[in-house]
């Protein structure tokens, strides 16, 4: 049974420390995505990569965010330094994305168990 | 631009009662529709999802959906709900011919009571 999975499961940090998620895509999905959610804004889209490429990270605070795939297997979201706001569950998601003739047909996203993040 | 609005924050509803959980979508072009389930504590999971073709879409755990274009909704039903279908209820859109990412709802819980 194909899944996504993220580590570590559960942080907690102190404010101004660096914080690394990781994720494993589903093996064969070319895409992958970075959720934030929280209580009081949702889910929000942070970054998404296709093919190792950045697609979107608009909403990605830049100072301080950063996301990475060193390779098709591993994706990687960092913070740098951490701050209390950044408390949240952080999800990452992996779809196969193939360029078609007729454009570009996104498939199903399958996400992982999240990242919960707290930082005091 | 694309946009999804899922009215209510919470549905109550008795076991065993029908259910219907409220989506409605703004595309520029054809739409893309999912329906994700988050139970606690979890990631969201995937429900069903309407590409094309038939506008009944059946899922995972009886759950289906009905696609609407000239209302432009996608409401999530189920014909008996069970205690445990209580969860957020997230429903999302993306363009068909775009490049963008989905786009989610904020959420619906879905409390069934006993």
């Known amino acids: 049974d194909a899944r996504v999975t993220q580590t570590p499961r559960d942080k907690v940090t102190e404010m101004g420390q660096e914080v690394t998620m990781r994720c494993q895509p589903i093996l064969g999905h070319n895409t992958v995505f970075w959720y934030r959610q929280t209580m009081m804004q949702g889910l929000e889209l942070l970054a998404y990569f296709r093919n190792r490429a950045p697609l979107d990270d608009s909403g990605m605070p830049k100072d301080r965010f950063s996301a990475e795939m060193p390779d098709a297997t591993l994706a990687t979201l960092k913070i740098q330094p951490s701050e209390p706001r950044d408390s949240a569950v952080y999800f990452c998601?992996?779809?196969?994305?193939?360029?078609?003739?007729?454009?570009?047909?996104?498939?199903?996203?399958?996400f992982g168990p999240g990242t919960r993040l707290l930082v005091l | 631009a694309q946009s999804v609005a899922q009215p209510e924050d919470q549905v109550n509803v008795a076991e065993g009662n029908p259910l219907t959980v409220k989506c409605t979508y703004s595309v520029s072009g054809n739409p893309y529709l999912f329906w994700y389930v988050q139970y606690p504590n979890r990631g969201l999971q995937f429900l069903l999802k309407?590409?094309?073709?038939?506008?009944l879409v059946k899922g995972s755990y009886g759950f289906e959906a009905e696609f609407n274009k000239s209302q432009t909704s996608f409401h999530l039903k189920k014909p008996s709900a069970l205690v445990s279908d209580s969860a957020l209820y997230f429903c999302?859109?993306?363009?068909?011919?775009?490049?963008?990412?989905?786009?989610f709802g904020s959420g619906t819980r879905l409390q069934v009571q006993p």
């Open positions: 998601a992996s779809a196969h994305w193939p360029q078609l003739q007729q454009g570009y047909v996104q498939e199903t996203q399958y």
């Open positions: 999302a859109v993306r363009d068909q011919a775009g490049r963008r990412a989905l786009t």
């Open positions: 309407y590409i094309t073709g038939d506008n």
